[in-house]
Structure formats: structure tokens, C-alpha cells
């Protein structure tokens, strides 16, 4: 039975039973393919460095340990002194800035920049020693893949392309998700692996029941990938039907709670913090003085749980450890399609079959 559908002729019966020979189907497979070839990379960069910053803010607190101390001794030298000192044990390298040390004991952090490069060093402010870098490199390497994540290192440019990119994935996504179905007769077989298959057809099966198990998962990777690149978009049509208000009681002062926001859609809807080690149980605000509650609209809830959702920083550890494992699925499909393409296209069977069909 045919029907027509505006864009063309679809037969039903054929795509319930033998979607593999269906034109659309047909077609929505080479798109699945050749996109998925053209961000293969992009995929594995993304998944694994996003697996990586999961537990960035245990890292960060383990990480950091404070003041760098040092032994007094009698009069620092003068800011001009540092970066002399600063510039002559890094040659080529430009002093930036000088963070001067709140106290006495306390080294000096000097910022250096070359060729668009910063190399923050600590300095005993009395000796002028090269204390060593003043970021710990646990903290350097997770700061390097949160920028691999969000911006592919490139800043604002490489956001762009990571934002066009998650729309690319996104369409990957509703491409396998057709591409999936393989009749009625064999969907259930779809869903596992079958370990006394040939290699070809196991590692078939776990591109599709990975894809199938994980496609909720993967494309909210997706959207809130492009959410996070592009949120104002979002929360301004968000902001229409549940208004992005966020209210805070100030610490200092004893006023009446007072809206953040206007109540109407504002030119540039500035995104809510990720959490962090900043925020308590029960939406409180950690600090030394009192702590104030943070009351939230529902649209804040929503703008907060997009956040929450693509980085997995809303639960314990072992939710936390859980979206570790599984942000690396999409490097397992990235593999699996990859061998597929490989077989259907750039292996030896693949090229004499090709010929063969050339010649007739």
C-alpha cells in the first residue's frame, strides 16, 4: 500500500517488513554514514573529554592546596625585580601581570605569555626562585579538556564549530534512530548481541543495541550540547512560557527577597552557574557569613537541569562514576560505525565487489 506524504511516496508495508529496501530508508542510511564518518573524530574528542571533567570539582578541591609557603626573609624584592627575574628564567616570555601575596610568607604568582600562551609560575618573592607553575597540573589537565570540551581549544571560534557540530550530532542521532529499524520481523534481534555471529555481525549488533539502548542518552548529549554553545536562544523562548526569574536573599543586608531578572524577555538572558563545590543541600549558597536560599522559577529549574543533565553533576559519586562509563558509548559507536564503513567501503571484498559491478 502506498501513501503519498507531500515529499513522496512511502510504501508502508515495505518499511514495516523490508525497510532496507525502501527508498527513504535507503537514503537516510547514506546520511547516517557519511555523517557519522565526517564527525568520527569529533565524537571520540567530545566523549572522552567530557567522560574526563565529570569529576573536575573533586579535582579541583584534591588539587588545590593553597598558598605556596616560604621562609621570610627580611625585605621582598620590588615588583620590577620579579619580573626581571621572572623574564630571565623564562627567556622570550612577557611578565603580564603580578599577583602580589596577601601575606609575608606567601609566594608570588607571576603571569607569562608567549605567543598567546600563559605560563602562571609562583616566586619566592625574597630570592626571586622559580617556585615552579602555580596551577597544579591535575588542574592544568582537566582545565585542557573542559577547554577541549566546550570550545575544541580554538575559544570563541572553536565554540562556534562545537556548537554546529552538536546540531550535526543531534541530526546523527534521528538519522540512526530510522536507520535502526529492521522490520517487524527482526527488531527484537536488534536489541542484543548475538556472541555466535561472525565478527562482521557482532560488531553490526553492538552498533545497534548500544545505538538502540542509549539513544535517549546520547541525543540529550546533543541538544544541551548545542545549549551550552547557544543558551540564549533556548532560554528566551524558555523564558516565554516559564519565566527565567531567579530571586536571592543578599547576605549583607536584611531586605526583602528581590528579583534578579525582569519579568519581562531580556535583551541577553545570562546562563545560570554550573554547580559547584559553591552550592549546599537545599539550593543554599556555601559561604563564611550566613547562608542565603536561593529560590528558583521553575524555568530556572529547567535552564539548571539542562547543565545538570549534559555534565552529570547533579548526583553522588556513583552517578557521577556511571556518567564517566557511559559518556564513552558514543567512542564505542564511533569505533563500531567505523569498522562497519570500513567493511562496506575501503576493505579489499568491498573494492572487488565494486569492480565487479563496474564491469557488468
Not at 527513504?24 to 573524530?41: D, E, K, P, S, Y
Not at 566523549?47 to 621570610?72: K, L, M, T
Not at 536571592?248 to 541577553?268: C, F, I, K, N, Y
Not at 576493505?347 to 563496474?358: G, T, V
Amino acid at each position: 500500500m502506498l501513501y503519498y506524504t507531500g515529499v513522496g511516496i512511502i510504501n508502508w508495508q515495505g518499511w514495516l517488513r523490508r525497510p532496507q529496501n525502501v527508498w527513504l530508508r535507503r537514503a537516510m542510511f547514506q546520511i547516517h554514514l557519511w555523517t557519522g564518518v565526517a564527525l568520527g573524530l569529533y565524537i571520540l574528542a567530545i566523549s572522552v573529554s567530557g567522560s574526563a571533567v565529570v569529576f573536575r570539582n573533586e579535582i579541583y578541591r584534591e588539587a588545590d592546596q593553597g598558598p605556596r609557603i616560604v621562609q621570610v626573609r627580611g625585605e621582598k624584592l620590588s615588583d620590577d625585580a620579579l619580573k626581571a627575574a621572572a623574564t630571565k628564567a623564562h627567556p622570550g616570555d612577557t611578565v603580564s601581570y603580578l599577583w602580589p601575596a596577601k601575606r609575608p610568607d606567601q609566594a608570588t604568582e607571576v603571569w607569562l605569555d608567549h605567543d598567546g600562551e600563559r605560563n602562571q609560575r609562583l616566586f619566592d618573592p625574597y630570592t626571586a626562585e622559580d617556585l615552579g607553575p602555580s596551577v597544579p597540573y591535575a588542574i592544568q589537565i582537566t582545565a585542557w579538556f573542559m577547554r577541549l570540551h566546550t570550545e575544541l581549544l580554538g575559544g570563541d571560534t572553536g565554540k562556534t564549530i562545537n556548537g554546529i557540530a552538536s546540531i550535526i550530532f543531534t541530526l546523527l542521532c534521528i538519522s540512526g534512530a530510522i536507520v535502526w529499524w529492521p522490520g517487524v520481523d527482526k527488531w527484537k534481534r536488534s536489541l542484543w548481541v548475538n556472541p555466535k555471529s561472525g565478527w562482521k555481525r557482532i560488531n553490526w549488533d553492538l552498533h545497534s543495541s548500544v545505538g538502540f539502548w542509549t539513544f535517549g542518552l546520547v541525543f540529550m548529549w546533543a541538544v544541551t550540547g548545542i545549549f551550552v554553545v547557544w543558551p540564549t536562544p533556548f532560554e528566551r523562548q524558555l523564558h516565554k512560557v516559564m519565566p527565567l526569574i531567579q530571586y536571592a536573599v543578599p547576605e549583607d543586608a536584611a531586605e526583602e527577597p528581590r528579583a534578579l531578572a525582569a519579568t519581562t524577555v531580556p535583551a541577553q538572558v545570562t546562563p545560570l552557574p554550573l554547580p559547584g563545590p559553591g552550592t549546599g543541600k537545599g539550593g543554599f549558597a556555601k559561604g563564611r557569613g550566613k547562608r542565603a536560599p536561593i529560590r528558583r522559577s521553575p524555568g530556572d529549574q529547567v535552564v539548571r537541569w539542562a547543565y545538570y543533565l549534559h555534565f552529570g553533576n547533579f548526583a553522588g559519586n556513583k552517578t557521577k562514576a556511571l556518567w564517566v562509563a557511559l559518556g564513552l558509548l558514543p567512542s564505542l559507536l564511533f569505533v563500531t560505525g567505523t569498522i562497519m564503513w570500513w567493511n562496506r567501503v575501503l576493505s579489499p571484498s568491498a573494492r572487488r565487489a565494486k569492480r565487479a559491478a563496474r564491469s557488468t
